[in-house]
């Protein structure tokens, strides 16, 4: 899932050193349909000031309309146009650095050659010296074939290596994982399989990214019965545990008993069919499930759930999820009193959660909150910091719950930038895998450098 998106533009502007010429300005950006973020003092003399304006816009349209009103205001001139976003990009958003400096020649020797042979004897002789020897131990491959990035689709895996740069960012800045982002130049998913298995020695985990449905379920189920460490599909167990955290959250708030609730999901793509598992696997019911493909609805059949649509899901279940990608697809009427309905759909849900209360829902909420950013990183600290090879369902629900927990009253979910959470699901994971006993029991929870 992703935040609500806006276009974002910087424009530095000269007005006259007259009054009203500012108010007008921003008057005139209001009416033009946008809005306006900061605004920062430049330079100001007895004729002229300069200052960088931001201005938000919901679409290309509405932006023009405002540059051009911005530029047709008396007193105006529109100097220079920044996009910020893109700045930010430029030449990447990470960097592989090195921990220690080399500053001399003994350090050389010790990092290098002839000191750096010793350490390859030692790994030789003992492979699992490679976790306490080498970058190994926090390395997380990321690998996506572009095939369903964010919304936009099949882009490719170059155009998807923005996003995987993100999640990069993310891991390592929440949880200190260093993420590596693979792209794959293939959708086929033997050559998909076999690319990183290939590759798998270099990594502690798998990050399977942004890879349509179905072939992701297919991929990683090969990947994780042939490899020994842990695979995880994000759009898959990551949505579905930052969602169930959520409906833990909105019970507690409003008093519904999830195990005699009955439960929709519309949508059976990646997110919606994992979601649908992790609630199955919560209450021990089958979950209704609507999809306009048959193969996604006999799919979610066999997982035992129940083929069903929209209209009978708004008109029988008690929590409705939809992950449909179709905006407006819930029309105001179907809401029943009551029902606690989240429409995750971004940048447009299936129903504003505002109509939805207004027509009687007990709770409501969108994706700008439910994030999967809540869920990956601190999954992947804690299997990895426990040697588990692998991440069940009682690790992921682990992670559910813990977010829930940590969720302040009168949110839906926890701020993702608080790294509490992230080091608390990191442990919950690891202590339900040493509990499991697929893990290492002297494991050390991960504390921030």
């Known amino acids: 899932m992703a935040w609500e998106r806006k276009l974002t533009r910087t424009v530095r502007v000269r007005n006259k050193q007259s009054m009203g010429v500012l108010a007008k300005l921003l008057t005139a950006i209001a009416e033009a349909g946008g809005s306006t973020g900061s605004i920062k003092l430049l330079t100001e003399s007895s004729q002229h000031v300069m200052r960088d304006i931001t201005v938000y816009a919901e679409d290309e349209t509405r932006l023009e309309n405002v540059l051009e009103a911005m530029r047709a205001n008396p007193g105006t001139v529109v100097l220079e146009i920044r996009d910020d976003v893109l700045e930010l990009h430029q030449k990447g958003k990470i960097a592989i650095r090195s921990r220690y400096p080399i500053d001399s020649l003994s350090t050389l020797r010790r990092v290098y050659t002839p000191g750096v042979a010793e350490v390859c004897r030692r790994i030789a002789n003992d492979p699992s010296q490679a976790r306490l020897y080498t970058s190994i131990s926090h390395m997380v491959a990321i690998v996506t074939d572009g095939t369903a990035v964010l919304g936009l689709g099949d882009i490719g895996p170059l155009a998807g290596m923005p996003v995987m740069e993100g999640k990069a960012m993310l891991m390592e800045t929440l949880v ?31 990050q399977l990214e942004d890879i349509s449905a179905p072939r992701c379920f297919e991929i990683e189920e090969r990947l994780q019965a042939m490899l020994d460490i842990p695979v995880m599909h994000d759009d898959q167990h990551g949505t579905a545990v930052v969602c169930t955290a959520a409906l833990l959250v909105a019970a507690r708030e409003t008093g519904a008993d999830l195990s005699k609730a009955v439960i929709g999901q519309i949508g059976l793509g990646a997110a919606g069919h994992a979601i649908g598992q992790m609630m199955m696997r919560l209450t021990g019911n089958a979950v209704y499930g609507a999809d306009l493909s048959q193969d996604a609805l006999e799919r979610f059949e066999k997982s035992g759930g129940r083929k069903s649509n929209l209209k009978e899901i708004m008109a029988e279940c008690d929590i409705v999820i939809a992950t449909t990608g179709a905006p407006n697809l819930i029309q105001p009427e179907m809401v029943r009193k009551g029902q606690i309905i989240l429409a995750l759909s971004n940048p447009n849900p299936e129903i504003d959660p505002d109509v939805a209360l207004e027509r009687g829902a007990a709770f409501a909420a969108d994706g700008k909150s439910v994030n999967n950013v809540l869920g990956f990183p601190g999954i992947f600290r804690g299997a990895v910091d426990a040697y588990a090879p692998r991440i069940t369902h009682e690790m992921l629900m682990a992670a559910a719950q813990t977010i829930a927990a940590m969720t302040p009253a009168g949110e839906l979910v926890p701020s993702p930038l608080d790294k509490k959470v992230h080091r608390a699901v990191a442990r919950a994971v690891a202590e339900t895998a040493i509990k499991q006993g697929i893990a290492r029991a002297d494991y050390v929870p991960y504390v921030e450098e």
């Open 176 to 206: 200190g994982l260093s993420g590596v982002p693979i792209l794959l130049n293939t959708k086929d998913p033997d050559e998909i399989v076999q690319a990183v298995a290939a590759i798998a020695p270099t990594f502690a985990a798998i």
